[in-house]
Nanobody, 122 residues
């Protein structure tokens, strides 16, 4: 089983960048598909990006395509989310999780981290 801890959130001005990290522990990191979600106040948790462990590719929400990049370092057991050209609507708590289902809804992911706050000021 994989345990996840997010870090790297903070306050940034619109147009700025942040890189989130998700450190994993556990024996199955190399063969786990991992993803990022976010949840803004009063809103449902939404999918942001995911990475297939076998290099089969990445998937992004339309709202972040071209601005966010997901990557992983198997040696460090860490997944990253590089966020560029940030907008105030990107403000949310960002979570990483392990993909356990066939789709990209929150119910298709498990082993959630505690989250890291990202705030983008206008």
């Amino acid at each position: 089983q994989v345990q996840l801890v997010e870090s790297g959130g903070g306050l940034v001005q619109a147009g700025g960048s942040l890189r989130l990290s998700c450190a994993a522990s556990g024996r199955t990191f190399r063969t786990s598909d991992l993803g990022w979600f976010r949840q803004a106040p009063g809103k449902e948790r939404e999918f942001v990006a995911a990475f297939r462990w076998n290099g089969a590719g990445t998937r992004y929400a339309d709202s972040v395509k071209g601005r966010f990049t997901i990557s992983r370092d198997n040696a460090k057991k860490t997944v990253y989310l590089q966020m560029n050209s940030l907008k105030p609507e990107d403000t949310a708590v960002y979570y990483c999780a392990v993909k356990i289902g066939s789709d990209y809804e929150p119910t298709d992911f498990g082993s959630w981290g505690q989250g890291t706050q990202v705030t983008v000021s206008s």
